[in-house]
T-cell receptor
Framework: DTGVSQDPRHKITKRGQNVTFRCDPISEHNRLYWYRQTLGQGPEFLTYFQNEAQLEKSRLLSDRFSAERPKGSFSTLEIQRTEQGDSAMYLC???????????????FGPGTRLTVL | LAKTTQPISMDSYEGQEVNITCSHNNIATNDYITWYQQFPSQGPRFIIQGYKTKVTNEVASLFIPADRKSSTLSLPRVSLSDTAVYYCLVGDPYITGGGNKLTFGTGTQLKVEL
């Protein structure tokens, strides 16, 4: 399978604990995105990388959230001191950005469902 | 910010053609229009992308009028397996305007019945 993969698929944690999710993008893709999705809503942008550079972080994103993509390949999203409001599906997507090309086609992973008790 | 507006839900029957319209009045010159499909507990899946006029692929057609302030996703002869949420997303290759343009709207829940 050469699609986007995410690990774990499900995570249950207690309030106040830290959690880390991993995303492995499609290998030749240079852009990687993180989204959060709650029930009945569309995916909400969190942050994105071009290669290893984090180009933008949503203004709505708490300082408890941090993401890395150290070698321009896989990425991790960490949430510190989780709160019940963090319960959601966390989606990762990747794309191949070509200068002068059309807008990115994002390929999404299956997501990590986080439940904070 | 090119905000998009779609109907919340649509119902159809197997074998019918379904047209879902998205309004994007503030679309910018460099913006493309992309449609995604999402099934429960899965990530969105790319359906089709266009800039102007008409685009067709093996699963759908996308109609974009000259003013580009709206677009219509057309699904020919839908089946039960097309029951899903459909999102339109407006953006350009350089993500001008920031990642907020990458936030999907609430989408259109399509329900297909026998």
């Amino acid at each position: 399978d050469t699609g986007v993969s995410q690990d774990p698929r499900h995570k249950i944690t207690k309030r106040g604990q830290n959690v880390t999710f991993r995303c492995d993008p499609i290998s030749e893709h240079n852009r990687l995105y993180w989204y959060r999705q709650t029930l009945g809503q569309g995916p909400e942008f969190l942050t994105y990388f071009q290669n290893e550079a984090q180009l933008e972080k949503s203004r709505l994103l708490s300082d408890r959230f941090s993401a890395e993509r150290p070698k321009g390949s896989f990425s991790t999203l960490e949430i510190q001191r989780t709160e019940q409001g963090d319960s959601a599906m966390y989606l990762c997507a990747s794309s191949l950005s070509i200068s002068g090309g059309a807008a990115d086609t994002q390929y999404f992973g299956p997501g990590t469902r986080l439940t904070v008790l | 910010l090119a905000k998009t507006t779609q109907p919340i839900s649509m119902d159809s029957y197997e074998g019918q053609e379904v047209n879902i319209t998205c309004s994007h009045n503030n679309i910018a010159t460099n913006d493309y229009i992309t449609w995604y499909q999402q099934f429960p507990s899965q990530g969105p899946r790319f359906i089709i992308q266009g800039y102007k006029t008409k685009v067709t692929n093996e699963v759908a057609s996308l109609f974009i009028p000259a003013d580009r302030k709206s677009s219509t996703l057309s699904l020919p002869r839908v089946s039960l397996s097309d029951t899903a949420v459909y999102y339109c997303l407006v953006g350009d290759p350089y993500i001008t305007g920031g990642g907020n343009k990458l936030t999907f709207g609430t989408g259109t829940q399509l329900k297909v019945e026998l």
